[in-house]
């Protein structure tokens, strides 16, 4: 055995002809005799996956709480995960119902604008900042990209929607101050190059993609002096890490392709999957690869923007999402609601096995995550902001216990539980938003 007196440095690069990549974690970063002190602290993350409009309340809801409850039919594709979730019921965003004066207007904008805030958000485009923000602040110093911002539409972040209403509230969830929304990035290959590539210029990046050349290809003389030094382990887990990178731009060059052979009388955005899951899939790759190689610690991601109007054929629902949510207690509507939330819950489990199966300090990606999974909503038909759909998914770096079912009692602020899981990521604060103090995520007995 080969016992080395220094390691890699955990933030290691393969660095040629102007291409930098990140390394993922190798066995070669930590002495094959370190001591407890002396060996890898497991990074903290948080990660948050939003889905728009609400769910189907009856078929999220597992009717018995504790650890003895049993999956609901919306959550059964997660039961792999059933010991590393935490399901979360009674929380409430009592801060985005409409106050004297409002009316009943722009109910989207505002469960958009308080989701992750906790706090109430005004007409022109002011609330509180967001809890992926405050984690970027602190988590952001140890990494190159504070946070990544992700969806599947488009987004300005500008604009007025319903009665003069903020579009920001609609169509981003991040908030940098109480009045700079942070827009989505939806385009595959802009996350791609900002982790990776040296240039987002059009014109540079079309014409790497004439010479179908790749950022990998810049770097492999320095990826074979290195696998010199390395164990079989080590070896094996770079070669499979490049390999994935090279894999994920070769499906991002393909949607371009596709996309210029759909529409040749226009330019369209580059790298963009026409497929719903197939651009889902793509965007939960490129955030394993960034958790993976440590470029970030905080990523929030919109499978959807508030009213999305999107339909999914695929399954077999042509009707908009939107529309059906306003299901009316229409039993026809009711149904094809579930079924969109329970495909999306399939499509979250391939996150989760894409995480699960990423080695990582002490584990895997998985194991240092937090990850959560909800609506800023309930009932879309009435749209509630009381008892959201909440999961916690993960090991939290050891901070996190799954396997439970919690029901909290009336009135529990969703802030509650955002300020626990500052704790949980070593962040303190006495506040957040409307919170009343920190959640009890181990029993309530």
């Known amino acids: 055995m080969m016992i080395f007196k220094k ?13 930098t990549i990140a390394l993922p974690v190798l066995e070669a970063m930590t002495p094959a ?29 597992p009717e018995v709480t504790g650890k003895s409850y049993k999956l609901s039919p919306t959550l059964e594709p997660l039961s792999a995960y059933r010991d590393k979730m935490l399901v979360l ?3 409430n965003n009592n801060e985005g119902d409409a106050r004297p004066g409002e009316g009943e207007t722009a109910p989207h904008e505002r469960a958009g604008g308080v989701f992750l805030t906790g706090v109430h958000p005004l007409r022109e485009g002011k609330t509180g900042i967001s809890i992926d923000q405050i984690v970027a602040g602190e988590l952001g110093k140890q990494t190159q990209l504070p946070s990544l911002e992700l969806g599947l539409h488009t987004s300005d972040a500008v604009g007025n929607c319903e009665k003069g209403w903020s579009c920001a509230y609609i169509s981003t969830l991040s908030w940098r101050t109480p009045t700079t929304p942070l827009p989505i990035e939806y385009r595959p290959r802009a996350v791609f190059e900002r982790l990776f590539g040296d240039s987002t210029d059009p014109a540079v990046r079309m014409a790497r993609i004439q010479k179908e050349k790749s950022i990998l290809d810049s770097v492999t003389q320095a990826t074979e002096r290195m696998m010199k030094s390395l164990g079989g382990g080590d070896r094996s887990r770079l070669t499979e890490f490049l390999e994935g990178i090279r894999e994920v731009e070769h499906r991002i060059q393909m949607a371009e ?6 529409m040749p009388s226009m330019e369209p955005p580059t790298g963009i999957p026409t497929e719903f899951a197939a651009h889902l899939k793509l965007m939960f790759d490129l955030q394993v690869l960034a958790y993976q190689t440590d470029m970030t610690r905080m990523i929030t991601f919109m499978t959807g923007p508030e009213q999305s109007n999107r339909t999914y054929p695929e399954i077999g629902v042509r009707d908009v999402h939107h529309s059906l949510s306003h299901h009316r207690n229409d039993p026809v509507n009711l149904k094809k609601l579930s079924m969109i939330n329970l495909y999306h819950s399939q499509l979250v489990s391939y ?4 995480l699960q199966a990423t ?15 909800g609506c800023s909503m309930s009932d879309g038909n009435s749209h509630l902001l009381q008892n959201l759909p909440m999961l916690l998914i993960g090991g939290g770096a050891g901070q996190l216990q799954g396997g439970n079912h919690l029901r909290y009692k009336e009135g ?34």
Do not use: C, E, H
């Not at 690069?13 to 102007?18: C, I, N, T």
């Not at 392709?257 to 759909?262: E, F, L, N, P, R």
């Open 7 to 19: 390691s890699m440095p955990r933030r290691s690069f393969l660095r040629a002809a102007g291409a």
């Open 359 to 373: 080695p990582d300090v002490d584990g895997s990606l998985l194991d240092n995550l937090i990850l959560m999974y």
């Open 89 to 91: 019921t009674g929380l």
């Open 351 to 354: 996150f989760l096995d894409k």
């Open 33 to 61: 005799l370190a001591t407890t002190a002396q060996r890898q602290v497991a990074p903290r993350r948080f990660s948050i996956i939003y889905s728009p409009n609400g769910m189907n309340m009856k078929d999220w809801t």
């Open 412 to 445: 529990t602020p969703v802030a509650n539980m955002y300020l626990t899981i500052l704790d949980k990521l070593g962040i303190q604060t006495d506040k957040f938003g409307d919170s009343t103090g920190k959640l009890d995520l181990l029993s309530l007995a």
């Open 257 to 262: 392709q596709q996309s210029g052979d759909k």
